[in-house]
């Protein structure tokens, strides 16, 4: 992008929410290739509902539909140890993005479906990593959709590697990239709304914690863990972990509990209205402060 350009849109600055959807609230982990259709359709309607025609991005979880593929190619972690070189393991690469891509159909096609214009935007056709660190040029396709008015829905993908051959970029590794790659093309990522199959981010004796910053966020991470089923990509410790350095850039985020009717809808709705509560807010104090 030419810095012409790059002015040019930062004249025409716009504000974007990120979503991401569990892939163990919208697929059953325990069982391969098994879609919870009904949180999925009924997320998808609340979308519909809630969304005010501003900037959008919507990510999903693999759930059953990659992370046992990505595993069985070596590819747990991020990736494996050098460049993939077996033709059995470049085809546990392809087979893992099919499973992830069959999920991603499923999801573009509820969004659609329930009226949102949803764009399907794959990890893999605009970032690269290097050493499992996401690693490319700002997403002009992505940008120029939400300017648009469509919603951008990306994924949990398999991208290739310059220095592992390929490795993993999960949504929150999306995510944070977004958050970065986008402020050029005149675009800033102000929230971020993790959806899963909890309360929000609990505590050693299973009790929410209803804000993460500073003060406790090392007890916070501690208690998190990972995912009890096959999950390459770390589960709430990693969200958390996200939401943490997306802190850090100014963007807060809220882990909520997709599981109940209408809580996302409201969060769209009313950004700071009383389903804020319902989860875990995570912030810098200094924004805690400020809003006190």
């Known amino acids: 992008m030419s810095a012409a350009a790059v002015e040019r849109a930062a004249d025409e600055r716009l ?3 990120l979503v991401k959807l569990g892939g163990s609230l919208i697929t059953d982990k325990t069982k391969p290739r098994t879609v919870a259709k009904d949180h999925l359709r009924r997320l998808a309607a609340e979308i519909a509902a809630g969304w005010s025609g501003d900037g959008l991005v919507i990510g999903h979880g693999s ?3 990659g992370h046992p593929e990505a595993r ?4 747990a972690g991020g990736g494996g140890d050098g460049r993939p070189e077996p033709a059995a393991d470049r085809m546990g690469i392809a087979r893992t993005q099919s499973a992830a891509i069959e999920l991603h159909r499923q999801v ?3 969004l659609v ?3 949102v214009p949803a764009y399907s935007q794959l990890p893999s056709g605009f970032l690269t990593a290097r050493d499992g660190e996401p690693d490319g040029p700002p997403p002009a396709p992505l940008a120029a959709a939400l300017r648009e008015g469509l919603v951008p829905v990306t994924m949990g993908d398999v991208v290739v590697d310059r220095t592992r051959g390929a490795s993993i970029a999960s949504t929150e590794t999306v995510f944070d990239f977004l958050v ?5 093309l005149g675009i800033e990522v102000r929230r971020a709304v993790w959806l899963g199959a909890t309360a929000g981010v609990l505590d050693g004796a299973g009790r929410l914690v209803p804000r993460i910053d500073a003060a406790n966020i090392c ?3 501690e208690a998190a863990g990972g995912s009890p089923a096959v999950d390459v990509t770390g589960g709430m410790e990693h969200r958390l972990a996200t939401a943490w350095a997306l802190a850090q850039s100014g963007v807060e985020s809220l882990i909520i509990d997709g599981r109940r009717p209408g809580l996302l809808e409201s969060v769209l709705r009313h950004p700071d209205g009383e389903a804020v509560r319902a989860g875990t807010l995570v912030r810098p104090s200094e924004i805690e402060d400020a809003r006190q």
């Open 108 to 110: 573009v096609g509820s």
């Open 219 to 221: 007890a916070a991470s």
């Open 15 to 17: 504000d974007v929410t």
């Open 113 to 115: 479906e329930a009226g």
């Open 180 to 184: 970065r790659a986008l402020v050029p």
């Open 72 to 75: 069985a190619a070596g590819l």
């Open 63 to 65: 759930g059953s539909f």
